[in-house]
Protein backbone atom coordinates (compact mmCIF):
# COMPACT_ATOMS: atom_id res chain seq x y z
CA UNK A 1 0.00 0.00 0.00
CA UNK A 2 1.11 3.28 -1.01
CA UNK A 3 1.51 6.23 1.45
CA UNK A 4 -1.56 7.91 -0.70
CA UNK A 5 -3.52 5.62 0.10
CA UNK A 6 -2.84 4.88 3.40
CA UNK A 7 -3.07 8.96 4.31
CA UNK A 8 -6.43 8.54 2.10
CA UNK A 9 -7.52 5.22 4.13
CA UNK A 10 -6.33 7.03 7.90
CA UNK A 11 -8.43 10.14 6.12
CA UNK A 12 -11.33 8.44 5.89
CA UNK A 13 -11.67 7.05 8.82
CA UNK A 14 -11.16 10.30 11.07
CA UNK A 15 -13.95 11.74 8.98
CA UNK A 16 -16.11 8.61 10.05
CA UNK A 17 -15.41 8.90 13.51
CA UNK A 18 -16.32 12.63 13.73
CA UNK A 19 -18.99 11.88 11.93
CA UNK A 20 -20.78 8.94 14.27
CA UNK A 21 -19.66 11.41 17.17
CA UNK A 22 -21.30 13.94 15.47
CA UNK A 23 -24.20 12.01 15.10
CA UNK A 24 -24.73 10.83 19.00
CA UNK A 25 -24.39 14.12 19.97
CA UNK A 26 -27.80 14.48 17.91
CA UNK A 27 -29.22 11.51 19.75
CA UNK A 28 -31.60 13.01 22.40
CA UNK A 29 -31.23 10.99 26.17
CA UNK A 30 -33.45 8.14 26.34
CA UNK A 31 -34.12 5.15 29.27
CA UNK A 32 -31.78 2.65 29.46
CA UNK A 33 -32.47 -0.63 32.25
CA UNK A 34 -33.88 2.40 34.36
CA UNK A 35 -31.29 4.72 34.26
CA UNK A 36 -30.74 8.04 31.70
CA UNK A 37 -28.49 8.15 29.46
CA UNK A 38 -26.64 11.46 28.62
CA UNK A 39 -26.23 13.62 25.49
CA UNK A 40 -23.16 13.64 23.90
CA UNK A 41 -21.23 16.59 24.44
CA UNK A 42 -18.15 17.58 22.08
CA UNK A 43 -17.04 20.40 23.91
CA UNK A 44 -17.12 19.51 27.39
CA UNK A 45 -13.67 19.55 28.14
CA UNK A 46 -13.16 22.42 26.43
CA UNK A 47 -15.61 24.32 28.50
CA UNK A 48 -14.32 27.57 30.63
CA UNK A 49 -16.79 26.76 32.91
CA UNK A 50 -15.43 23.49 35.31
CA UNK A 51 -18.69 21.68 36.98
CA UNK A 52 -16.20 19.11 38.81
CA UNK A 53 -16.61 20.82 42.29
CA UNK A 54 -20.33 20.74 41.31
CA UNK A 55 -20.67 17.16 40.18
CA UNK A 56 -22.30 14.54 42.73
CA UNK A 57 -20.35 12.25 44.45
CA UNK A 58 -21.50 8.84 44.35
CA UNK A 59 -20.34 6.55 47.48
CA UNK A 60 -21.69 2.66 47.29
CA UNK A 61 -23.52 0.60 50.25
CA UNK A 62 -21.10 -1.00 52.19
CA UNK A 63 -23.48 -2.78 54.75
CA UNK A 64 -20.96 -5.21 55.93
CA UNK A 65 -18.64 -2.73 56.95
CA UNK A 66 -21.47 -0.23 58.85
CA UNK A 67 -22.26 -4.07 60.59
CA UNK A 68 -18.47 -4.53 61.71
CA UNK A 69 -18.39 -0.90 62.70
CA UNK A 70 -21.18 -1.05 64.96
CA UNK A 71 -20.32 -4.63 66.32
CA UNK A 72 -17.20 -3.14 67.92
CA UNK A 73 -19.59 -1.08 70.16
CA UNK A 74 -21.65 -4.15 71.13
CA UNK A 75 -21.07 -4.12 74.80
CA UNK A 76 -19.48 -7.81 76.13
CA UNK A 77 -22.21 -8.71 79.01
CA UNK A 78 -19.25 -10.55 81.31
CA UNK A 79 -18.46 -9.58 84.55
CA UNK A 80 -15.21 -11.86 84.14
CA UNK A 81 -13.98 -9.76 81.15
CA UNK A 82 -15.63 -6.51 82.12
CA UNK A 83 -12.96 -6.95 85.21
CA UNK A 84 -10.13 -7.28 83.52
CA UNK A 85 -10.77 -4.35 80.86
CA UNK A 86 -9.20 -0.84 81.86
CA UNK A 87 -11.61 2.11 82.64
CA UNK A 88 -12.84 3.66 79.41
CA UNK A 89 -12.08 6.61 78.45
CA UNK A 90 -14.26 9.97 79.35
CA UNK A 91 -17.11 10.50 76.31
CA UNK A 92 -18.10 13.50 78.52
CA UNK A 93 -16.46 17.00 79.68
CA UNK A 94 -18.88 18.73 81.91
CA UNK A 95 -19.11 21.99 83.16
CA UNK A 96 -21.95 23.64 85.00
CA UNK A 97 -22.20 27.01 85.71
CA UNK A 98 -26.05 26.59 86.46
CA UNK A 99 -27.81 24.37 88.32
CA UNK A 100 -29.45 21.90 85.74
CA UNK A 101 -33.08 22.64 84.11
CA UNK A 102 -35.30 19.42 85.13
CA UNK A 103 -37.12 18.35 82.37
CA UNK A 104 -40.92 18.48 83.13
CA UNK A 105 -42.80 17.49 80.88
CA UNK A 106 -46.78 17.36 80.47
CA UNK A 107 -49.62 16.12 78.20
CA UNK A 108 -51.10 18.94 75.59
CA UNK A 109 -54.80 19.90 75.36
CA UNK A 110 -56.31 20.41 72.31
CA UNK A 111 -57.06 23.88 73.24
CA UNK A 112 -52.88 24.03 73.01
CA UNK A 113 -53.29 23.67 69.08
CA UNK A 114 -54.65 26.38 66.44
CA UNK A 115 -54.87 23.65 63.84
CA UNK A 116 -57.75 24.91 61.17
CA UNK A 117 -59.51 21.77 60.73
CA UNK A 118 -60.55 23.06 57.02
CA UNK A 119 -57.30 23.38 55.53
CA UNK A 120 -55.90 20.52 53.08
CA UNK A 121 -52.98 18.93 54.74
CA UNK A 122 -50.45 17.06 52.99
CA UNK A 123 -50.26 14.02 54.89
CA UNK A 124 -47.53 12.02 55.94
CA UNK A 125 -47.58 8.05 54.85
CA UNK A 126 -46.37 5.61 57.60
CA UNK A 127 -45.72 2.72 55.79
CA UNK A 128 -44.86 0.78 59.19
CA UNK A 129 -46.62 -2.51 59.18
CA UNK A 130 -45.98 -2.56 63.11
CA UNK A 131 -49.15 -1.73 65.29
CA UNK A 132 -47.18 0.54 66.88
CA UNK A 133 -44.48 1.96 64.84
CA UNK A 134 -41.62 4.51 65.44
CA UNK A 135 -43.44 7.10 63.67
CA UNK A 136 -46.13 6.75 66.16
CA UNK A 137 -43.99 6.73 69.03
CA UNK A 138 -42.50 9.94 67.86
CA UNK A 139 -45.75 11.35 67.79
CA UNK A 140 -46.70 10.37 71.03
CA UNK A 141 -43.59 11.91 72.42
CA UNK A 142 -44.52 15.30 71.10
CA UNK A 143 -48.32 14.50 72.53
CA UNK A 144 -47.02 13.82 75.83
CA UNK A 145 -44.84 16.96 75.72
CA UNK A 146 -41.22 15.01 75.67
CA UNK A 147 -38.23 16.16 74.62
CA UNK A 148 -37.69 15.11 70.61
CA UNK A 149 -34.71 15.25 68.19
CA UNK A 150 -34.54 15.61 64.86
CA UNK A 151 -32.02 15.22 62.10
CA UNK A 152 -33.10 16.91 59.25
CA UNK A 153 -30.37 15.40 56.06
CA UNK A 154 -30.41 17.07 52.61
CA UNK A 155 -28.44 18.59 50.20
CA UNK A 156 -28.34 22.30 48.77
CA UNK A 157 -31.95 22.61 49.25
CA UNK A 158 -31.71 23.44 53.04
CA UNK A 159 -28.42 24.93 52.85
CA UNK A 160 -28.20 27.79 54.73
CA UNK A 161 -30.86 26.29 57.08
CA UNK A 162 -33.20 27.16 54.34
CA UNK A 163 -36.58 25.42 55.50
CA UNK A 164 -35.29 24.27 58.54
CA UNK A 165 -35.04 26.99 59.98
CA UNK A 166 -38.89 28.07 59.68
CA UNK A 167 -39.68 24.18 60.54
CA UNK A 168 -37.53 24.63 64.03
CA UNK A 169 -39.17 27.93 64.81
CA UNK A 170 -42.73 26.45 64.03
CA UNK A 171 -42.42 23.36 66.16
CA UNK A 172 -40.60 25.19 69.22
CA UNK A 173 -43.23 27.61 69.41
CA UNK A 174 -45.84 24.44 69.21
CA UNK A 175 -43.98 22.25 71.58
CA UNK A 176 -41.35 24.28 73.28
CA UNK A 177 -37.78 23.97 73.04
CA UNK A 178 -35.34 26.75 72.05
CA UNK A 179 -31.84 27.11 70.39
CA UNK A 180 -30.57 26.36 66.40
CA UNK A 181 -28.97 23.12 67.49
CA UNK A 182 -26.11 21.56 65.47
CA UNK A 183 -24.15 23.67 63.65
CA UNK A 184 -20.70 22.96 61.59
CA UNK A 185 -17.46 23.63 63.11
CA UNK A 186 -16.17 25.01 60.12
CA UNK A 187 -16.41 24.20 56.23
CA UNK A 188 -14.47 24.76 53.17
CA UNK A 189 -16.72 27.22 51.33
CA UNK A 190 -18.33 30.42 52.13
CA UNK A 191 -22.20 30.03 53.65
CA UNK A 192 -24.20 32.50 55.70
CA UNK A 193 -27.03 31.33 58.04
CA UNK A 194 -29.28 34.21 59.55
CA UNK A 195 -30.42 31.89 62.46
CA UNK A 196 -26.57 31.33 63.85
CA UNK A 197 -23.08 33.44 63.62
CA UNK A 198 -20.00 31.70 63.22
CA UNK A 199 -16.63 32.75 62.62
CA UNK A 200 -13.71 30.55 62.49
CA UNK A 201 -10.07 30.34 61.92
CA UNK A 202 -6.75 27.87 61.93
CA UNK A 203 -8.93 24.80 60.63
CA UNK A 204 -8.85 22.57 58.18
CA UNK A 205 -12.27 21.68 56.66
CA UNK A 206 -12.95 18.61 54.76
CA UNK A 207 -16.19 17.65 53.40
CA UNK A 208 -17.36 14.01 52.95
CA UNK A 209 -18.35 15.23 49.28
CA UNK A 210 -14.56 15.03 48.52
CA UNK A 211 -13.12 12.00 49.55
CA UNK A 212 -10.15 11.92 47.16
CA UNK A 213 -8.25 14.65 49.05
CA UNK A 214 -8.75 13.26 52.59
CA UNK A 215 -5.83 12.48 54.37
CA UNK A 216 -6.00 8.70 55.47
CA UNK A 217 -6.00 9.96 58.89
CA UNK A 218 -9.92 11.56 58.57
CA UNK A 219 -11.68 9.36 56.09
CA UNK A 220 -13.35 6.82 58.22
CA UNK A 221 -13.87 10.24 60.65
CA UNK A 222 -17.05 11.60 59.39
CA UNK A 223 -20.52 12.33 61.11
CA UNK A 224 -24.05 12.54 59.32
CA UNK A 225 -23.25 16.48 58.97
CA UNK A 226 -21.09 16.12 56.15
CA UNK A 227 -18.11 18.42 57.61
CA UNK A 228 -15.13 18.05 60.05
CA UNK A 229 -12.27 20.64 61.03
CA UNK A 230 -9.09 19.51 61.70
CA UNK A 231 -6.76 22.28 64.19
CA UNK A 232 -3.87 22.76 65.93
CA UNK A 233 -2.92 25.02 68.63
CA UNK A 234 -4.16 28.60 67.97
CA UNK A 235 -8.04 26.82 65.68
CA UNK A 236 -10.31 28.65 67.12
CA UNK A 237 -14.26 28.74 66.10
CA UNK A 238 -16.71 31.47 67.78
CA UNK A 239 -20.65 30.55 67.48
CA UNK A 240 -23.38 32.81 68.98
CA UNK A 241 -27.59 32.85 68.70
CA UNK A 242 -29.10 35.30 66.65
CA UNK A 243 -32.46 36.58 66.94
CA UNK A 244 -33.96 35.94 63.83
CA UNK A 245 -36.26 33.53 65.02
CA UNK A 246 -38.20 34.11 69.00
CA UNK A 247 -36.58 30.42 70.07
CA UNK A 248 -33.45 31.08 68.83
CA UNK A 249 -31.92 33.09 72.20
CA UNK A 250 -31.88 32.20 75.92
CA UNK A 251 -30.66 28.80 75.27
CA UNK A 252 -28.71 27.09 78.38
CA UNK A 253 -26.79 24.67 77.12
CA UNK A 254 -24.27 24.06 74.27
CA UNK A 255 -22.58 20.95 73.56
CA UNK A 256 -19.00 20.63 71.29
CA UNK A 257 -18.56 17.16 69.90
CA UNK A 258 -14.75 16.57 68.65
CA UNK A 259 -12.36 13.31 68.25
CA UNK A 260 -8.58 14.02 69.89
CA UNK A 261 -6.50 10.46 69.18
CA UNK A 262 -3.88 11.40 71.24
CA UNK A 263 -3.99 13.64 74.72
CA UNK A 264 -5.09 17.61 73.73
CA UNK A 265 -6.18 20.86 75.42
CA UNK A 266 -8.80 23.29 74.50
CA UNK A 267 -10.60 26.06 75.90
CA UNK A 268 -13.91 27.08 75.98
CA UNK A 269 -15.43 30.39 76.61
CA UNK A 270 -18.84 31.33 77.36
CA UNK A 271 -20.73 34.77 76.30
CA UNK A 272 -17.17 35.83 75.93
CA UNK A 273 -16.22 36.11 79.66
CA UNK A 274 -15.81 33.50 81.82
CA UNK A 275 -13.63 30.59 80.27
CA UNK A 276 -12.87 27.07 81.65
CA UNK A 277 -9.90 24.38 80.12
CA UNK A 278 -10.97 20.47 79.01
CA UNK A 279 -7.61 18.62 79.14
CA UNK A 280 -8.67 15.90 76.65
CA UNK A 281 -7.47 11.74 77.24
CA UNK A 282 -6.62 10.49 73.70
CA UNK A 283 -8.90 7.71 72.80
CA UNK A 284 -10.57 6.51 69.13
CA UNK A 285 -13.94 7.63 70.20
CA UNK A 286 -16.45 10.72 69.76
CA UNK A 287 -15.89 13.30 72.66
CA UNK A 288 -18.46 15.61 74.41
CA UNK A 289 -17.93 18.90 76.21
CA UNK A 290 -21.21 19.67 77.95
CA UNK A 291 -21.81 23.46 79.27
CA UNK A 292 -24.96 23.99 81.54
CA UNK A 293 -24.99 27.59 81.17
CA UNK A 294 -27.07 30.81 79.87
CA UNK A 295 -25.60 30.70 76.58
CA UNK A 296 -25.72 33.64 73.90
CA UNK A 297 -22.34 32.85 72.57
CA UNK A 298 -19.76 30.06 72.62
CA UNK A 299 -15.52 30.09 71.71
CA UNK A 300 -13.68 26.91 71.30
CA UNK A 301 -9.60 27.37 71.11
CA UNK A 302 -6.99 24.68 70.40
CA UNK A 303 -4.27 24.73 73.21
CA UNK A 304 -2.20 22.06 72.85
CA UNK A 305 -2.15 18.72 70.54
CA UNK A 306 -4.63 18.39 67.66
CA UNK A 307 -8.20 17.73 67.40
CA UNK A 308 -11.29 16.97 65.12
CA UNK A 309 -14.10 18.87 65.41
CA UNK A 310 -17.88 18.06 64.01
CA UNK A 311 -19.47 21.04 65.64
CA UNK A 312 -21.65 22.17 68.80
CA UNK A 313 -25.50 22.50 69.47
CA UNK A 314 -27.11 25.68 71.33
CA UNK A 315 -30.25 24.32 72.62
CA UNK A 316 -32.97 24.69 75.54
CA UNK A 317 -34.39 22.00 77.71
CA UNK A 318 -36.96 19.88 76.70
CA UNK A 319 -39.50 20.77 73.66
CA UNK A 320 -38.01 19.90 69.98
CA UNK A 321 -34.89 20.50 68.78
CA UNK A 322 -33.65 20.41 65.07
CA UNK A 323 -30.38 19.32 63.12
CA UNK A 324 -29.66 21.15 59.81
CA UNK A 325 -27.38 18.05 58.18
CA UNK A 326 -27.07 19.81 54.63
CA UNK A 327 -24.44 18.81 52.41
CA UNK A 328 -23.99 20.35 49.00
CA UNK A 329 -24.22 18.35 45.76
CA UNK A 330 -25.18 15.04 48.05
CA UNK A 331 -27.50 12.85 46.50
CA UNK A 332 -27.91 10.76 49.96
CA UNK A 333 -25.19 8.58 48.92
CA UNK A 334 -22.49 10.43 51.17
CA UNK A 335 -23.80 8.89 54.02
CA UNK A 336 -21.93 5.54 52.91
CA UNK A 337 -18.82 7.58 53.70
CA UNK A 338 -19.91 8.84 57.23
CA UNK A 339 -19.06 6.17 59.86
CA UNK A 340 -21.39 4.37 61.78
CA UNK A 341 -19.66 4.14 64.82
CA UNK A 342 -19.07 7.72 65.13
CA UNK A 343 -22.97 8.53 64.48
CA UNK A 344 -24.11 5.94 66.67
CA UNK A 345 -22.03 7.46 69.42
CA UNK A 346 -23.74 10.69 68.79
CA UNK A 347 -27.06 9.27 68.40
CA UNK A 348 -25.96 7.55 72.62
CA UNK A 349 -25.39 11.14 73.43
CA UNK A 350 -28.24 12.81 70.99
CA UNK A 351 -31.05 10.81 70.90
CA UNK A 352 -32.76 10.95 67.79
CA UNK A 353 -36.09 10.39 67.28
CA UNK A 354 -36.77 11.15 63.98
CA UNK A 355 -35.06 11.47 60.60
CA UNK A 356 -35.77 13.06 57.65
CA UNK A 357 -34.28 12.41 54.27
CA UNK A 358 -34.29 15.28 51.93
CA UNK A 359 -32.28 14.37 48.41
CA UNK A 360 -33.24 13.84 45.16
CA UNK A 361 -33.06 16.83 43.40
CA UNK A 362 -29.36 15.98 42.21
CA UNK A 363 -30.02 13.28 39.84
CA UNK A 364 -33.84 14.38 38.66
CA UNK A 365 -33.15 14.28 34.77
CA UNK A 366 -35.12 16.10 32.12
CA UNK A 367 -37.62 13.79 30.51
CA UNK A 368 -36.64 10.48 33.20
CA UNK A 369 -39.15 8.32 34.13
CA UNK A 370 -37.05 5.15 35.23
CA UNK A 371 -35.28 5.61 38.71
CA UNK A 372 -34.98 1.86 39.79
CA UNK A 373 -31.48 2.26 40.47
CA UNK A 374 -31.65 5.32 42.84
CA UNK A 375 -35.01 3.61 44.65
CA UNK A 376 -32.51 0.94 45.14
CA UNK A 377 -29.82 3.14 46.76
CA UNK A 378 -32.39 4.93 48.89
CA UNK A 379 -33.43 1.46 50.48
CA UNK A 380 -29.72 1.24 51.39
CA UNK A 381 -29.51 4.83 52.83
CA UNK A 382 -32.53 4.14 54.87
CA UNK A 383 -30.96 1.10 56.01
CA UNK A 384 -28.00 2.90 56.92
CA UNK A 385 -29.56 5.54 58.63
CA UNK A 386 -31.99 2.67 60.91
CA UNK A 387 -28.71 1.19 62.10
CA UNK A 388 -26.61 4.58 62.78
CA UNK A 389 -30.07 5.87 64.25
CA UNK A 390 -31.78 2.54 65.65
CA UNK A 391 -34.88 4.76 67.69
CA UNK A 392 -35.23 6.84 65.51
CA UNK A 393 -38.44 7.47 62.94
CA UNK A 394 -37.24 7.67 59.34
CA UNK A 395 -39.21 10.01 56.59
CA UNK A 396 -38.37 10.18 53.02
CA UNK A 397 -39.10 13.56 52.30
CA UNK A 398 -40.35 13.59 48.00
CA UNK A 399 -38.42 15.86 45.49
CA UNK A 400 -39.80 18.91 44.97
CA UNK A 401 -40.77 20.85 41.69
CA UNK A 402 -38.73 21.93 39.19
CA UNK A 403 -38.85 23.43 36.15
CA UNK A 404 -36.43 23.52 33.24
CA UNK A 405 -34.77 26.07 30.23
CA UNK A 406 -36.58 24.83 26.81
CA UNK A 407 -33.90 26.57 24.79
CA UNK A 408 -35.27 26.65 21.57
CA UNK A 409 -38.11 28.61 23.16
CA UNK A 410 -36.08 30.22 25.96
CA UNK A 411 -38.81 29.58 28.61
CA UNK A 412 -39.43 27.22 31.40
CA UNK A 413 -41.22 24.49 31.62
CA UNK A 414 -41.86 21.47 33.88
CA UNK A 415 -38.93 18.73 33.75
CA UNK A 416 -41.23 16.04 33.55
CA UNK A 417 -40.07 13.69 35.99
CA UNK A 418 -40.96 14.93 39.89
CA UNK A 419 -43.65 12.75 40.04
CA UNK A 420 -41.97 9.87 38.57
CA UNK A 421 -38.80 10.29 40.98
CA UNK A 422 -41.69 10.65 43.90
CA UNK A 423 -43.24 7.60 43.26
CA UNK A 424 -39.43 6.14 43.32
CA UNK A 425 -39.10 7.77 46.60
CA UNK A 426 -42.29 6.32 48.26
CA UNK A 427 -42.07 2.82 46.65
CA UNK A 428 -38.58 2.97 48.44
CA UNK A 429 -40.18 4.10 51.97
CA UNK A 430 -42.92 1.66 51.46
CA UNK A 431 -40.54 -1.42 51.25
CA UNK A 432 -38.92 -0.76 54.09
CA UNK A 433 -41.86 0.00 55.82
CA UNK A 434 -40.96 3.98 56.94
CA UNK A 435 -42.67 7.05 55.99
CA UNK A 436 -42.90 9.58 53.21
CA UNK A 437 -43.99 13.16 52.54
CA UNK A 438 -44.72 14.46 49.51
CA UNK A 439 -43.02 18.08 49.07
CA UNK A 440 -43.73 18.23 45.39
CA UNK A 441 -47.87 17.69 46.40
CA UNK A 442 -46.89 20.39 48.93
CA UNK A 443 -45.83 23.28 46.08
CA UNK A 444 -48.24 22.19 44.00
CA UNK A 445 -50.97 23.00 46.72
CA UNK A 446 -49.08 26.31 46.52
CA UNK A 447 -49.20 27.00 42.36
CA UNK A 448 -46.25 25.29 42.32
CA UNK A 449 -42.64 26.30 41.38
CA UNK A 450 -44.51 29.32 38.94
CA UNK A 451 -45.98 30.60 41.42
CA UNK A 452 -42.90 30.19 43.53
CA UNK A 453 -40.93 32.01 41.40
CA UNK A 454 -43.06 34.87 40.71
CA UNK A 455 -44.42 35.27 44.26
CA UNK A 456 -40.14 35.68 44.71
CA UNK A 457 -40.18 32.22 46.75
CA UNK A 458 -37.70 30.57 44.84
CA UNK A 459 -34.73 31.57 42.34
CA UNK A 460 -35.52 32.34 39.02
CA UNK A 461 -33.64 28.87 37.96
CA UNK A 462 -36.64 27.37 38.80
CA UNK A 463 -35.12 24.74 41.05
CA UNK A 464 -33.58 26.04 44.26
CA UNK A 465 -36.42 27.92 47.10
CA UNK A 466 -34.98 31.08 48.88
CA UNK A 467 -35.81 31.26 52.80
CA UNK A 468 -39.15 32.73 51.59
CA UNK A 469 -40.58 29.65 49.24
CA UNK A 470 -38.59 27.63 52.88
CA UNK A 471 -41.22 29.17 55.46
CA UNK A 472 -43.61 27.82 52.61
CA UNK A 473 -43.02 24.25 52.37
CA UNK A 474 -41.95 23.62 56.03
CA UNK A 475 -45.41 25.34 57.47
CA UNK A 476 -46.84 22.34 55.72
CA UNK A 477 -44.39 19.86 56.91
CA UNK A 478 -44.86 21.17 60.43
CA UNK A 479 -48.73 21.13 59.59
CA UNK A 480 -48.42 17.79 58.89
CA UNK A 481 -47.14 16.88 61.79
CA UNK A 482 -48.41 18.62 64.08
CA UNK A 483 -52.31 17.77 62.92
CA UNK A 484 -51.76 14.13 64.11
CA UNK A 485 -50.29 14.95 67.38
CA UNK A 486 -53.65 16.52 67.72
CA UNK A 487 -55.53 14.27 66.51
CA UNK A 488 -54.01 11.79 68.81
CA UNK A 489 -54.40 14.46 71.97
CA UNK A 490 -58.22 14.87 70.58
CA UNK A 491 -58.43 11.28 70.44
CA UNK A 492 -56.97 10.50 73.94
CA UNK A 493 -59.31 13.28 75.47
CA UNK A 494 -62.08 11.97 73.89
CA UNK A 495 -61.14 7.92 74.93
CA UNK A 496 -60.82 10.01 78.32
CA UNK A 497 -64.24 11.22 78.08
CA UNK A 498 -65.80 7.97 77.17
CA UNK A 499 -63.90 6.43 80.39
CA UNK A 500 -65.11 8.78 82.77
CA UNK A 501 -68.56 8.51 81.53
CA UNK A 502 -68.57 5.00 81.85
CA UNK A 503 -67.15 5.49 85.02
CA UNK A 504 -69.67 7.84 85.94
CA UNK A 505 -72.37 5.21 84.69
CA UNK A 506 -70.69 2.44 86.28
CA UNK A 507 -71.40 4.45 89.63
CA UNK A 508 -74.98 5.55 88.59
CA UNK A 509 -75.75 1.88 88.07
CA UNK A 510 -74.02 0.97 91.59
CA UNK A 511 -76.34 3.78 93.66
CA UNK A 512 -79.81 2.74 91.89
CA UNK A 513 -78.50 -1.00 92.34
CA UNK A 514 -77.67 -0.51 96.41
CA UNK A 515 -80.99 1.93 96.30
CA UNK A 516 -83.27 -1.07 95.20
CA UNK A 517 -81.52 -3.49 97.30
CA UNK A 518 -82.67 -1.17 100.17
CA UNK A 519 -86.17 -0.62 98.72
CA UNK A 520 -86.49 -4.62 98.56
CA UNK A 521 -85.66 -4.74 102.43
CA UNK A 522 -87.57 -2.12 104.35
CA UNK A 523 -90.39 -3.63 103.85
CA UNK A 524 -89.02 -7.24 105.17
CA UNK A 525 -87.51 -4.89 108.25
CA UNK A 526 -91.03 -3.14 108.58
CA UNK A 527 -92.78 -6.09 108.87
CA UNK A 528 -90.72 -7.87 111.26
CA UNK A 529 -90.27 -4.46 113.28
CA UNK A 530 -94.55 -4.92 113.53
CA UNK A 531 -94.47 -8.30 114.48
CA UNK A 532 -92.18 -7.71 117.61
CA UNK A 533 -94.21 -4.45 118.06
CA UNK A 534 -97.31 -6.63 118.42
Known amino acids: MNRSDRSSRVGWFTLSVVLGVMALALIPPFELFGMLTARVDLLSELRAESLADEAPMEYTADIERLEQELATMEVVDSAAIVDRLPEPPVTRYEWSLAAPATQEHRPLRSEEFAVDTTRRVIAIEDFDTLAHGKFDHFIEKLADGEHVRIAFMGDSFIEGDILTSDFRAIMQEQFGGRGVGFVACDIPFATVRKSVKRSSSGWIAYSVMKPKSLPERVKDKFFVSGYLAEGKAGATTRWSSTDAFSTLDSCSRARVFLYSRDSSSVIVEVNDSLRQSFDIEG????????????????????????????????????????????????????????????????????GYDLVVLQYGLNIMQKGQRGYSRYRDQLRDMIAYAERCFPNAAIVVMGVSDRWVKNEETSKYEPIGSVD????????????????????????????????????????????????????????????????????????????????????????????????????????IIEGVQQSVTE
Open 420 to 523: ALSSYQRAAADSTNVAFWSTAKAMEKLGGMPAFVSKGWAAKDYTHINFQGGRRIAKELAASIINEVYALVVEREEEAKRLAEIERERREATKRYIQSQIDAVLP
Open 283 to 350: ADMLRELYIEAPISSLRLRVERGEVLCYGASLEGDGGVMVDNFSVRSNNGHAIFGTSAKINRQADDML
